[in-house]
């Protein structure tokens, strides 16, 4: 009786670092981001980018079954420009960089099951590979084409956000440089889609707390701006005060940490 006692407590406490159950729950603007849907190649360093198949449909299936209301950028935009509420259950769903296996496997599953994603698309690498990424670490794959893009656009269930034309760091480029990939990117998806793109998420995050480029980025005509840090965003959204953060959904995660990301902001200590 004794030792189930402390083998109860042992377990209480190791879930108790590994799940943020304990933490309460903080109001604000659920983004959940996604990069790959799929099975992770021999050789990935980065495995808990991808999500597989089934476990983004049980996650999609949850999100729905609770009564999320899932959101396209444009939404948004709309909300804030004309003051309006949003859903009390809103969520965003953004998938970073633009693989081929988000259309694939990503898109099948929000148009059959009846919800909306956001792409964050690296422009120069439309129809070609992660180039960004070194391959002896992360294997290069097939990024979508612009057809599939064009496709997924048509369903209705899909919009586009910037993600720069290369995916570099951008603080460690000159200024100019910078500038061109915020701007130059927005300029050529907007001739691809025929629409404004009104969203822009740095790569690695690296820009959304250097105020120089938040600037760049704002100044270019993007109206929401994304991080790369963990967390809700208060919302009505204080846009001077910094980017809109997210929920990172890693290869591990069960609906679990879901559940925790989407109330506490944070599924872990
Ligand atoms: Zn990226």
Known sequence: MKIAAIVFFLTLIA??????????SV???????????????????????????????????YLLSRGYATLHFSDLVKARNGGTPLPE?????????GYENNYL???PVLKELGAKGNIFVVSD????????????????VNMATLAQLREMQASGV??????????????????????????ESKRRLETAFGRKISAFAYPYGDGADVPALR???????????????????????DRDASAIDRLFIR????????????SRGTSRL
Do not use: M
């Open 158 to 183: 899909i919009e586009y956000g910037s993600h720069t034309l290369s995916h570099p760091r951008l603080s460690a480029l000159p200024a100019e440089d910078a500038a061109w990939e915020i701007s």
């Open 251 to 262: 290869g591990g995660d069960g609906l679990w940490d879901l559940a925790l990301q989407l």
């Open 215 to 237: 600037a760049c980025a704002l100044g270019a005509g993007y109206a929401l701006d994304f991080s790369f840090r963990q967390g809700k965003t208060p919302w009505p959204w």
């Open 89 to 97: 259950k809103a969520v965003l769903i953004t998938f970073d960089d």
């Open 15 to 24: 879930s108790s670092v590994r799940w943020a159950w304990w933490r309460s």
């Open 105 to 107: 496997n990503a898109w």
């Open 125 to 140: 690498t439309i129809g070609k590979a992660n180039l960004w990424h070194d391959p002896a670490t992360e294997p290069w």
């Open 27 to 61: 109001p604000g603007l659920r983004v959940l981001c996604y990069h790959k849907i799929g099975r992770p190649p021999a050789g990935s360093r980065l495995k808990e980018l991808w999500v597989s198949p089934e476990k983004f449909r049980l996650q999609i299936k």
